[in-house]
T-cell receptor, first 114, second 110 residues
Framework: ETGVTQSPTHLIKTRGQQVTLRCSSQ?????VSWYQQALGQGPQFIFQ???????GRGNFPPRFSGLQFPNYSSELNVNALELDDSALYLCASSLWDRRENIQYFGAGTRLSVL | AQSVTQLDSHVSVSEGTPVLLRCNYSSSYSPSLFWYVQHPNKGLQLLLK??????LVKGINGFEAEFKKSETSFHLTKPSAHMSDAAEYFCVVGGNQFYFGTGTSLTVIP
């Protein structure tokens, strides 16, 4: 177990709705990254937060947004859901200051958009 | 720009035989390379990591990978496959942002 927990584990939404996914990082970690994994694909980087600031973003539209809290937990928000947003969303935590750059992943939230 | 290419989408081996999962990378500077494994309904688990200290990297569960700069490869091997090795394997390159390959599904035949 990595100590990274995500909630909920499964979620069903309809097109146009908004969704919030949550992630608790491993104790002592200060960086959280979010990835989208479509069925049969490798995970794609959405964005990363370091000490509550966005620290890099992948090729995702602005309707994908995030937050990191003082305890380093994080949220991923997706507005105006589209069918193609159906995927497994993975959160990963790491300790940026040590430059170890190993990311520890949660089990993910599976989002289905109908 | 950084990227990885996993050369096989599916690999099937018999239990007790060697495993070879192939990965080529592209990076404009000395890369950090990883192999992760994903079992069904589980998160991604780190198998091993290369960071230039040694070209042969040993990981968990008997896996190892060899970094070959001349071939821009980072293939994953295991001498003897076990049923529990059946899973999806991802080759990854990156620093703070990870770039994943498309994955190799490993089937182990009893």
């Amino acid at each position: 177990e990595t100590g990274v927990t995500q909630s909920p584990t499964h979620l069903i939404k309809t097109r146009g709705q908004q969704v919030t996914l949550r992630c608790s990082s491993q104790s002592g970690h200060n960086t959280v990254s979010w990835y989208q994994q479509a069925l049969g694909q490798g995970p794609q980087f959405i964005f990363q937060y370091y000490r509550e600031e966005e620290n890099g973003r992948g090729n995702f539209p602005p309707r994908f947004s995030g937050l990191q809290f003082p305890n380093y937990s994080s949220e991923l928000n997706v507005n105006a859901l589209e069918l193609d947003d159906s995927a497994l969303y993975l959160c990963a935590s790491s300790l940026w200051d040590r430059r170890e750059n190993i990311q520890y992943f949660g089990a993910g939230t599976r989002l289905s958009v109908l | 720009a950084q990227s990885v290419t996993q050369l096989d989408s599916h690999v099937s081996v018999s239990e007790g035989t060697p495993v070879l999962l192939r990965c080529n990378y592209s990076s404009s500077y000395s890369p950090s390379l990883f192999w992760y494994v994903q079992h069904p309904n589980k998160g991604l688990q780190l198998l091993l990591k290369y960071t230039s200290a040694a070209t042969l990297v040993k990981g968990i569960n008997g896996f190892e990978a060899e970094f070959k700069k001349s071939e821009t490869s980072f293939h994953l091997t295991k001498p003897s496959a076990h049923m529990s090795d059946a899973a999806e394997y991802f080759c990854v390159v990156g620093g703070n942002q990870f770039y994943f390959g498309t994955g190799t599904s490993l089937t182990v035949i009893p």
